[in-house]
């Protein structure tokens, strides 16, 4: 019989199980996910390391200029990113700019139907590779460690998803792209050396920052504003990274705030839950693209 010894109901308990032990939050899920699935560690540290390998070949594989989607919505911005970053020019510097692109490769890819790692979901699937890809390339940091905080964002994803939603049919685009940011800002602070504290704030930190955001995909394709929610996604989850790691502390608890995107989401009119029926998909620019796509107005 499978033991469960966590249950992803509340952020707090994960840093409280962590901070006890005075090991990462990644630690105590590793030796979860060995206990309740049966398997070695080390089996399960390898698992995840073929997810991080898939991360990193999407944002190799995304990263080329001639890659589109098959409605031609979407495609080839993610290197235009990446020769201004080689080329220096960057006005965010190479850390955030290398983490733009990333985001934007891996949802790219998707688009056009390459393989990648719905963390938590396919239409937010580039923040999580595009804030680890990004440190990885930029940073002093071991890949052990990037597998690693990995488990700390799944984990963060768990929570949110048991407790709040990570559909944006659900919750709105905040469920979709706001979790993926928390998860990101989560895995950055661990892979940076924050306590499990700084883990906790800066999630909560990115959450508030993306609450309310609605899921309004023109001509209900996951590329407009899909890519760019992706690209805006990973740098928020900086932004929080950095903040937590500065020692600057959420005024509202985290599990507070995943309650309040609970809320949120539930109060949203459907037009603006992955219906492409409001927001940008209404516009007259998204009507006439869904038209040129699918021969129909929405």
């Known amino acids: 019989m499978k033991t469960k010894t966590i249950d992803y109901k509340k952020i707090e ?15 105590i899920i590793l030796e979860d ?16 390391h073929k997810h991080l390998t898939v991360m990193l070949e999407a944002i190799d594989k995304g990263t080329n200029p001639d890659i589109r989607s098959t409605s031609g919505l979407t495609g080839g911005d993610a290197y235009k990113i990446y020769e ?38 396919a239409g937010s699937c580039g923040i999580l590779p595009g804030a680890i890809g990004a440190v990885l390339k930029t940073k002093d940091v071991k890949k052990e460690d990037a597998v690693m ?13 048991n407790t709040a939603s990570i559909s944006g049919a659900e ?7 706001g979790s993926a940011s928390a998860m990101a800002a989560g895995a950055i602070v661990e892979m940076c050396g924050g306590t499990p504290e700084m883990v906790g704030h800066a999630t909560a930190i990115a959450i508030k ?21 992706n690209a805006s996604g990973v740098s928020l989850a900086f932004t929080a990274a ?6 600057i502390k959420s005024a509202i608890p985290v599990d507070e705030v995943i309650i309040a995107m609970k809320k949120i989401g539930d109060s949203m009119p459907s037009s603006l839950r992955e219906t492409a029926e409001g ?8 009507k006439r693209l869904q038209k040129e796509i699918f021969g129909q107005n929405l």
Not at 18 to 23: L, R
Not at 33 to 48: A, G, P, V, W, Y
Not at 149 to 161: E, K, N, P, Q, R
Not at 171 to 177: K, L, R, V, Y
């Open 279 to 286: 927001g940008l998909a209404c516009t007259a620019t998204g």
């Open 242 to 247: 950095e903040l937590a790691l500065a020692g």
């Open 209 to 229: 920052c993306i609450l309310g955001l609605v899921c309004d995909p023109v001509a209900g394709l996951v590329e407009v504003p899909c890519v760019k929610r």
């Open 84 to 121: 201004r970053a080689e080329n220096g020019k960057a006005l965010c510097g190479p850390l955030l700019a290398n983490g733009i692109r990333m985001a934007m490769a891996v949802s790219e890819l998707n688009a056009s139907m390459g393989k990648i790692v719905a963390a938590p979901t």
């Open 171 to 177: 919750g709105g685009c905040q469920a979709e792209c």
């Open 13 to 27: 308990d994960l840093i409280k199980k962590a901070s006890e032990k005075s090991v990462r939050i990644s630690d």
């Open 149 to 161: 905080s990995l488990f700390t964002a799944g984990a963060i994803g768990m929570v949110i998803a």
């Open 33 to 48: 996910q060995s206990t309740s699935l049966e398997e070695s560690k080390e089996h399960c540290f390898e698992r995840m």
